[in-house]
């Protein structure tokens, strides 16, 4: 070792000595301090006595997943920023029990036209890459509760978006070996009524997740602990939580959830069913119905846009009803079947109007009007407010009517 080298590692050697020796006289001094009302980690007692080692909400914020009458678990998108959904508040939709899974039982199966089938512990899932992916995950029935007489933004709280990460399926289909034949799988859930859906084969092999981490931590129970599927822009009956098995088939297997309940049907006796993509969608968040302008002048019009076929190209906002429209600045990064969040200055004049916003996709798909689409289901506008058929994919513009006075008001209620 020549002299430099020697000179530089007692320079490390002393810089560490030092460091010891300051941080000694740094606890010296929190003892000290302790007296003074800190503990070792130089925290007053009333806030040490306050924090529990998990946060939870100021009790100023009344942000929760309720929306009576309708059904607990909507996620309150009027009043929040960004595009990542809290886990506390991603909404939750389940047809059967919520089961508690000890990660540490829990096995995922892949079998059926497979080379070889083969069985994972979470561990042995966890030790493959992963992927981490943003993505929004929205029921079937989304929006449904907006036409239906929901007040707030909330009525579109069906949908969510969060960070997933977790294993491709691709990477265990290419260990288990897919057959020749195989072009669709089916996914059982490990609730009490196995809920089940069939997913073609080709959308198992691109995109679709084996996840275990929602926003930084594990999945929450209610989202589907230990283990779920995400299958981007699929609709939400799809991405089975709980999962346990998967099946290599040859055919769709006309489950309970792809025939029963969630075909949609038309008056004339018609039903589509195997709908898998969500369609475009655009909200306004703020103004939106609930909230009060506090008077007119500047106000910024923010929003959430997405769709099922990939990333949202466009979003134009109203504030005349439709008489003219105006480009919204996307706010990046712009990610595919993710919730985009778009802004557009506006000044209020004061006087009663209509706020509309309508989306574009990657593909050039577009959101219709109420009108258009009742037009292309044959049925009066009104007709989805009273059927009791149920509504699925519905992405008709959202209208929200402001008052002379600053309220507003859901446009949907004035069918
Ligand atoms: N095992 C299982 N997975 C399920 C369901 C279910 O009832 N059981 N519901 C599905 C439906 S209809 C939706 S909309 C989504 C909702 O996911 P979330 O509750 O995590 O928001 O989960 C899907 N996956
Ligand atoms: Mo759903």
Redesign the pocket.
């Given at each position: 070792m020549d002299e430099k080298k020697r000179g530089r590692r007692k320079f490390i050697k002393d810089s560490l000595v030092n460091t010891v020796a300051l941080a000694g006289v740094a606890a010296g001094a929190v003892t000290t301090a302790r007296g003074q009302g800190q503990d070792a980690v130089g925290m007053a007692p009333e806030r040490r006595n306050a924090f529990t080692g998990r946060s939870a909400p100021s009790k100023f914020v009344k942000m929760a997943r309720t929306m009576p009458p309708e059904t607990p678990?909507y996620t309150p998108l009027q009043d929040m920023v960004g595009v990542i959904t809290p886990n506390e508040l991603?909404?939750?939709?389940?047809?059967?029990n919520l089961p508690e899974i000890d990660p540490a039982a829990h096995r995922l199966m892949i079998h059926g036209l497979v080379d070889k089938p083969m069985i994972w512990t979470m561990d042995e899932l966890k030790r493959l890459p992963a992927v981490t992916r943003v993505h929004f995950?929205e029921?079937?029935d989304n929006s449904a509760a907006s036409l239906k007489g929901g007040k707030t933004a909330q009525g579109h709280g069906?949908t969510?978006c969060a960070e997933w990460t977790g294993v491709l399926l691709s990477t265990l289909l290419s260990e288990v070996g897919v057959q020749r034949g195989a072009s669709w799988i089916l996914a059982e859930?490990?609730?009490s009524?196995k809920?089940s859906k069939s997913i073609p084969l080709e959308k198992a092999m691109d995109d679709t997740i084996i996840a275990y981490g929602q926003n930084g931590e594990p999945l929450r129970p209610?989202?589907?602990f230990p283990l779920?599927m995400v299958i981007p822009g699929f609709?939400?009956?799809h991405?089975?939580?709980?999962v346990r098995r998967i099946k290599l088939v040859d055919e769709p297997y006309m489950t309970k959830?792809e025939v029963a309940s969630y075909s949609s049907v038309r008056p004339d006796g018609k039903a589509r069913w195997f709908m898998m993509e969500m369609p475009p969608k655009s909200v306004i968040t703020r103004p939106s119905g609930g909230q009060t302008l506090s008077g007119p002048g500047f106000h910024e019009i923010i929003g959430l846009a997405w769709s099922g076929r990939g990333a949202i190209r466009k979003v134009e906002v109203s504030a005349d009803n439709g008489a003219t429209w105006q480009p919204a600045a996307l706010q990046g990064p712009v990610q595919r079947m993710a919730h985009t969040r778009f802004r557009l200055p506006w000044t209020w004049d004061g006087k009663a109007t209509t706020l509309l916003s309508r989306c574009e996709d990657e593909r050039g798909q577009t959101q219709p009007t109420l009108a258009e689409l009742s037009k292309a289901w044959g049925v009066p506008a009104d007709w989805w407010k009273q059927t009791r058929n149920p509504i699925n994919l519905f992405n008709a513009i959202q209208p929200w009517r402001i008052n002379a006075d600053g309220s507003i008001e859901n446009g949907f209620a004035f069918i």
């Open positions: 678990g991603h909404f939750m939709n389940t047809h059967y995950l029921c079937n069906r969510s859930g490990d609730d009524g809920h209610e989202n589907g779920r609709s939400g009956v991405n089975i939580k709980w959830a």
